[in-house]
């Protein structure tokens, strides 16, 4: 007897044909998707979180933060923008991991940020209100005691932290990347980000070609509450929206989200 599989038989109809084997599979394939959709969905079966903590070190990858620079001009600006995950400098810590930001700001304005979504499967609930605090690690060569063009590199770079249901994203105007939330301007906040401190360390060295980078903690709560979209999508995002025109150097090596629930906030 021959095998269905390699030999299927045909079946003639009105000038059509179809192979046993097409017909079986046609037809498994749509009691499956009739399964998928008469199912309850994964959401469904879920309970939302009051509160949620996303906690990431970059030990392993980017863990889904992206690296965007806004506020230069695209046509003009000097070329040297830079993020990768990369090893903390040998005198903190060879053994971790960290994600890295590069850019020279020759704008006076430059904001260089990392954006991370969270959605239901991180126990967002669809139009749910949350208040957002943040911890940020970073390693910094940028001195409190030095003066720059501009501004200076460690107290005139402000570390900013924000969120909101829409993507941060850059946009061209003209010739100018913008970025579309409001984050206000350099040592002002706004509506999606507050200021979290400068990138200033305490370091004796100024030109940032020798200066050692130097391990800071900032904590912030944004001051705005935020809604989630009517998916369950938030964008969180922390930046440096930098005064100093020169070179601009971060290792972001962790970076800890506290989400909490407002109560009767969702809609």
């Known amino acids: ?32 998707l009739a399964s998928a959709l008469l199912a309850p969905s994964a959401y469904a079966q879920r309970e939302p979180q009051k509160f949620i903590q996303i906690a990431d070190d970059f030990s392993r990858d980017s863990a889904n933060w992206l690296a965007a620079f806004t506020d230069y001009n695209l046509i003009n600006s000097v070329p040297h923008r830079i993020a990768e995950i990369r090893t903390l400098p040998p005198y903190i810590d060879a053994s971790r991991r960290a994600f890295y930001l590069q850019a020279v700001n020759d704008s006076d304005d430059l904001f260089s940020f990392l954006k991370k979504p969270i959605t239901p499967d991180d126990g967002i609930e669809p139009n749910a209100i949350y208040e957002v605090s943040f911890l940020v690690e970073f390693a910094s060569n940028a001195s409190t005691e030095c003066a720059g063009l501009g ?54 060295e100024c030109d940032p070609e020798k200066a050692r980078f130097v391990l800071a903690e900032r904590r912030q709560k944004h001051t705005q ?39 009767g906030g969702a809609r």
């Open 1 to 32: 007897m021959r095998s269905l599989a390699l030999y299927p038989r045909r079946s003639r109809s009105q000038g059509f044909t179809i192979t046993t084997t097409r017909l079986a599979y046609c037809v498994n394939v749509a009691l499956g």
């Open 151 to 204: 501004g200076a590199p460690g107290l005139d770079v402000y570390l900013k932290v924000g969120a909101s249901a829409t993507e941060p994203v850059a946009t061209l105007v003209g010739e100018k990347l913008t970025f579309n939330l409001d984050k206000g301007n350099q040592a002002e906040g706004g509506r999606d980000a507050t200021v979290a401190g400068h990138i200033g360390v305490i370091n004796d």
């Open 225 to 263: 509450r935020v809604r989630a979209s009517s998916f369950g999508w938030l964008w969180l995002f922390v930046g440096a929206d930098s005064g100093y025109e020169g070179l601009n150097q971060l290792y972001y090596s962790r970076i800890v989200v506290t989400l909490t629930r407002v109560e």
